[in-house]
C-alpha cells in the first residue's frame, strides 16, 4: 500500500523559510520522479517543483524559482527548502509522482505565511 507522508509545515513570516519533507512507503521509490505540488483555498492543486528519480534533472514553477530547492534522499524521502516566503505561498503543500498519481494524495502539510 502506497503512502506518502508530508511533514514541515507551519506558520512563519514573510521572507521566512521552511523546510518540507516527504517520505514514501510501498513503491519502489528510486524509479519514480517525484513532485511537490500545492493547493491554496479556492485553487487548484498546482506543481511547485518536479526531481527525476536520479536526482539530476529538476524543473520549478515560476513562482518557486530562485526561492524554494528540491531535493531527494535515499531511501525513500524528498525534501522542499522554501526561502524568502511570501504571504501568496500559503497552502497545503503535497508530494506525489511526477506526473501524479490520483490514489496516491496523502494528507499534505500546511504552510501559512503571514505576519
Known amino acids: 500500500q502506497v503512502q506518502l507522508v508530508e511533514s514541515g509545515g507551519g506558520l512563519v513570516q514573510p521572507g521566512g523559510s521552511l523546510r518540507l519533507s516527504c517520505t514514501a512507503s510501498?513503491?519502489?521509490?528510486?524509479?519514480?520522479?517525484m513532485g511537490w505540488y500545492r493547493q491554496a483555498p479556492g485553487h487548484q492543486r498546482e506543481l511547485v517543483a518536479r526531481?527525476?528519480?536520479?536526482?539530476?534533472?529538476i524543473v520549478y514553477s515560476t513562482s518557486a524559482i530562485g526561492r524554494f530547492t528540491i531535493s531527494r534522499d535515499a531511501p525513500a524521502t524528498i525534501h522542499l527548502q522554501m526561502d524568502n516566503l511570501k504571504p501568496e505561498d500559503t497552502a497545503v503543500y503535497y508530494c506525489?509522482?511526477?506526473?501524479?498519481?490520483?490514489?496516491?494524495w496523502g494528507q499534505g502539510t500546511q504552510v501559512t505565511v503571514s505576519s
Open positions: 510501498g513503491y519502489p521509490f528510486n524509479i519514480y520522479d
Open positions: 526531481i527525476d528519480n536520479r536526482g539530476r534533472n
Open positions: 506525489n509522482r511526477a506526473p501524479p498519481m490520483h490514489d496516491d
